[in-house]
Each structure stands twice: as structure tokens, then as C-alpha cells.
T-cell receptor
Framework: NAGVTQTPKFRILKIGQSMTLQCAQD?????MYWYRQDPGMGLKLIYY???????DKGEVPNGYNVSRSTTEDFPLRLELAAPSQTSVYFC????????????FGPGTRLTVT | KQEVTQIPAALSVPEGENLVLNCSFT??????LQWFRQDPGKGLTSLLL?????REQTSGRLNASLDKSSGRSTLYIAASQPGDSATYLC??????????????FGKGTRLSVIA
């Protein structure tokens, strides 16, 4: 049981490039989340999904897109990368909604230069 | 808007000392509160989850309390060890019916336990 996995671990992008951050979970969780963590700050929610085919915006969705075609996978797409998107990105999942414990992946450290 | 504050931002203690980390939140209408541990360069590990109807939760040397009416939670670590050195984050869950911020995080307390 791998839990929540994320790839890649590190990435450097040039301004204007695009990429997809991958997230997968093998716990059959319905809810999945994407957060970003800036240095010295708490985590902020980018997007979340309550099940396959259903996604919704979080607190800071601008510049990102998501899809959820399966229960297991929840990729995060960055279009036209900007320096402001330099951050550490965490994917998380939970069986149910916010009242349930969230399990986090190890994170992807992204630098946009 | 819910805001979560953690004090102190950093704490250094000698090994063996008992310590308390503080978390406060501005809106008492929460479902639960979670304490997480984050090691440098790593993801978050959930330590304790307290439902809004509970007063405290214990796991080993950790005890978390919740006073919803006053908007406060504490994480008590007994007999601290160098391996406890990490950043500790608290997060409160809001009603998902209220929109798009199901978990609101504090900025964390960076704990160093000196051998």
C-alpha cells in the first residue's frame, strides 16, 4: 500500500512552459486535494475533487487546471508557468470530506525561472 | 474568514522537557482540528485529529486538546526527544458547504529538541 504518490519530486521550468504534476492514491479515497506551500507559510488549497469526474476550485486556483478521470489519479496542470508558481505542491486524499483525516504525498518542489 | 495562528513560530528545548504548542482559530464553527508533523523536505504526517465534539486526543507521548468555544488547541509533547524535531502544523476543517477551503492551515511551529 503506497498511499499517496507524487511525481516528479523536483522540477525546474522556464517562464511560459507547461507541465503536469502527477498524483495517485491506492487507498480508494473519494476526496483528493492539491495544495501549495510557500516558504514560511501554511498550505493553501488549489483544487479539490470529491470523486471521479467532479472537481472544484480552492482558495488559489488561478493558473492551474485539474481533471479526475479515475478514483486513483488527480493530475495538476500548470499552463504558462510564472515565477509566482514557484512553490512546493502537495497532493492529499481522504476517504470522505473534511471531517476525515487527510493523507499527504511527499510533495513536488517546483521552481519557475 | 477563518484564520489559524500558531505561536510560537519556533521553539528550541533541551531533550526530556515537556512542551506545549499552541494553535488558535477565529471561527469556532469547525468540524475538526488536525495536528500534522512536517519534516524538512517531506510531506505532512497526520498526528492527531480531534472532532469538534471531543475535548482531547492522545497518541503515545502526544496529547492534543480542543476548546472550540475559545478557538484554541494545544499539542502537548511529553519527554521530548531529538527525533521530535520538525515543524508542527495545525489545520481546522470548515463545513464543505461553505465553499472552497475545507482545511485552513496555520503557518506552523518549528521545534528543535537539543540532545
Amino acid at each position: 500500500n503506497a498511499g499517496v504518490t507524487q511525481t516528479p519530486k523536483f522540477r525546474i521550468l522556464k517562464i511560459g512552459q507547461s507541465m503536469t504534476l502527477q498524483c495517485a492514491q491506492d487507498m480508494n479515497h473519494n476526496y483528493m486535494y492539491w495544495y501549495r506551500q510557500d516558504p514560511g507559510m501554511g498550505l493553501k488549497l488549489i483544487y479539490y475533487s470529491v470523486g471521479a469526474g467532479i472537481t472544484d476550485k480552492g482558495e488559489v486556483p488561478n493558473g492551474y487546471n485539474v481533471s479526475r478521470s479515475t478514483t486513483e489519479d488527480f493530475p495538476l496542470r500548470l499552463e504558462l508557468a510564472a515565477p509566482s508558481q514557484t512553490s512546493v505542491y502537495f497532493c492529499a486524499s481522504s476517504w470522505g470530506g473534511p471531517t476525515y483525516e487527510q493523507y499527504f504525498g511527499p510533495g513536488t518542489r517546483l521552481t519557475v525561472t | 474568514k477563518q484564520e489559524v495562528t500558531q505561536i510560537p513560530a519556533a521553539l528550541s528545548v533541551p531533550e526530556g522537557e515537556n512542551l506545549v504548542l499552541n494553535c488558535s482559530f477565529t471561527d469556532s464553527a469547525i468540524y475538526n482540528l488536525q495536528w500534522f508533523r512536517q519534516d524538512p523536505g517531506k510531506g505532512l504526517t497526520s498526528l492527531l485529529l480531534i472532532q469538534s465534539s471531543q475535548r482531547e486526543q492522545t497518541s503515545g507521548r502526544l496529547n492534543a486538546s480542543l476548546d472550540k468555544s475559545s478557538g484554541r488547541s494545544t499539542l502537548y509533547i511529553a519527554a521530548s526527544q531529538p527525533g521530535d524535531s520538525a515543524t508542527y502544523l495545525c489545520a481546522v476543517s470548515l463545513s464543505y458547504l461553505s465553499g472552497n477551503t475545507p482545511l485552513v492551515f496555520g503557518k506552523g511551529t518549528r521545534l528543535s529538541v537539543i540532545a
